[in-house]
């Protein structure tokens, strides 16, 4: 029996490696607000995903899996959130030459754990994962409820960590990023790479 929740957590553990939407927006959190940023985007994904987690153990989110309309809603809300952050860090890679300046605070505000948990909440793969995936990894004779809490609760951990590391490992290279020619540069890529999941998510069939 712990041989297969090891090897759930390991699941788990290559899946949040990805990358994907939650990623770009820690990336661009941390290289325009610094490591306090990171880190309050990466709680607001964490928080996103308590919550479809509560969802998944309540049934909830299975309802909008199965639903076609609900899916469909909760994609274009996460795409063209996700392509307001692209426009949004592209407009202000304009003002990254003077980050030091009167536009600092601008800047430091783009991390935010609104941030993190309205991405997280608004993506609708999410939810298929958890109510498509996450019931196979349940191990053999473990009651369903709270098996997939606890998975929930392993992913949840193991996406902290690595979040935290990723935002930690940004900041110790920050001064090369405080350039502002590769500030922008780094701007100009998060907001291009953030416009693109945006796109992806609102194209692409279930």
Do not use: C
Not at 42 to 61: K, Y
Not at 88 to 97: G, T
Not at 119 to 146: D, E
């Amino acid at each position: 029996m712990i041989s297969a929740l090891l090897a759930a957590a390991a699941v788990l553990a290559l899946l949040t490696l990805v990358p994907g939407p939650d990623m770009a927006v820690v990336t661009q959190a941390a290289l325009t607000g610094g490591r306090s940023a990171g880190f309050r985007v990466s709680v607001g994904i964490v928080s996103g995903l308590l919550v479809w987690g509560l969802l998944t153990v309540l049934g909830l989110s299975a309802i909008l899996a199965a639903s076609a309309e609900a899916y469909t809603a909760v994609k274009l809300a996460g795409a063209a959130y996700l392509i307001y952050l692209g426009v949004r860090a592209l407009w202000q890679s304009r003002a990254s030459a003077s980050v030091h300046g009167p536009n600092a605070s601008v800047l430091h505000k783009a991390g935010t754990w609104k941030t993190g948990f309205t991405t997280n909440l608004l993506n609708p793969k999410i939810a298929v994962f958890y109510t498509g995936l996450l019931p196979q990894l349940v191990p053999a004779g473990w009651p369903t409820g709270p098996s997939l809490a606890l998975l929930v609760l392993i992913h949840v951990a193991i996406s902290i960590a690595w979040l935290a590391t990723y935002v930690v490992l940004l900041s110790r290279a920050r001064s090369t990023f405080e350039k502002p020619k590769v500030r922008q540069m780094l701007e100009r890529v998060t907001g291009t790479v953030l416009l693109g999941f945006g796109a992806k998510i609102a194209l692409e069939a279930r």
